[in-house]
T-cell receptor
């Protein structure tokens, strides 16, 4: 257990529905990252928060994706109008001095 | 930009045999290097990291990796593997000394240890 939690662990949704994932980082960490991992690939960066500010976004993050981190605590990642190509593991990580600590991930399946 | 290459998608090995998982990286700036391990349906766990100093770094469970700047490599080794080492291993890099610490991962190597 790294101290980073994610909910839900699994989500099955129908194409076109909206989904929201939550990440609770290690409490003293002010930096938080979201990554997406598709089958057979390494994780790819999606977005970065320092406290409540979203400072970086990848081109992978289409307009259907939005992320928030109110009050610099937990973070949410929402996907609107899901597509089958959104099926993946969504990983959250919070950062210490040098290394990132990953949560267990949310596996999204879009049918 | 940084990139990571893990040429071996899968490495089968017998229990108690030695293993090496290869990682090569590309970067125009100095980087920090990491190995993460992922067990099925779980997140990533940090195995070891190279930040500076001795080029040979070790983990608590017998893995070691050596940073070779001239060959831009950070290969992972273990002299004797266990069944429980079966997992996916990811090599990752990020720029040194920046607030923004985006990790760039390789595609992973699946280590399969059989009795």
């Amino acid at each position: 257990d790294t101290g980073v939690s994610q909910n839900p662990r699994h989500k099955i949704t129908k194409r076109g529905q909206n989904v929201t994932f939550r990440c609770d980082p290690i409490s003293e960490h002010n930096r938080l990252y979201w990554y997406r991992q598709t089958l057979g690939q390494g994780p790819e960066f999606l977005t970065y928060f320092q406290n409540e500010a979203q400072l970086e976004k990848s081109r992978l993050l289409s307009d259907r994706f939005s992320a928030e981190r109110p009050k610099g605590s937990f973070s949410t990642l929402e996907i609107q109008r899901t597509e089958q190509g959104d099926s993946a593991m969504y990983l959250c990580a919070s950062t210490g001095a040098y290394e990132q600590y990953f949560g267990p991930g949310t596996r999204l399946t879009v049918t | 930009a940084q990139s990571v290459t893990q040429l071996d998608s899968q490495v089968p090995v017998f229990e108690e045999a030695p293993v090496e998982l290869r990682c090569n990286y590309s970067s125009s700036v100095s980087v920090y290097l990491f190995w993460y391990v992922q067990y099925p349906n779980q997140g990533l766990q940090l195995l070891l990291k190279y930040l500076s100093g001795s080029t040979l770094v070790e983990s608590i469970n017998g893995f070691e990796a050596e940073f070779n700047k001239s060959q831009t490599s950070f290969h992972l080794r273990k002299p004797s593997v266990h069944i429980s080492d079966t997992a996916e291993y990811f090599c990752a890099v990020r720029k040194e000394n920046t607030g923004f610490q985006k990790l760039v991962f390789g595609t992973g190597t699946r280590l399969l240890v059989s009795p």
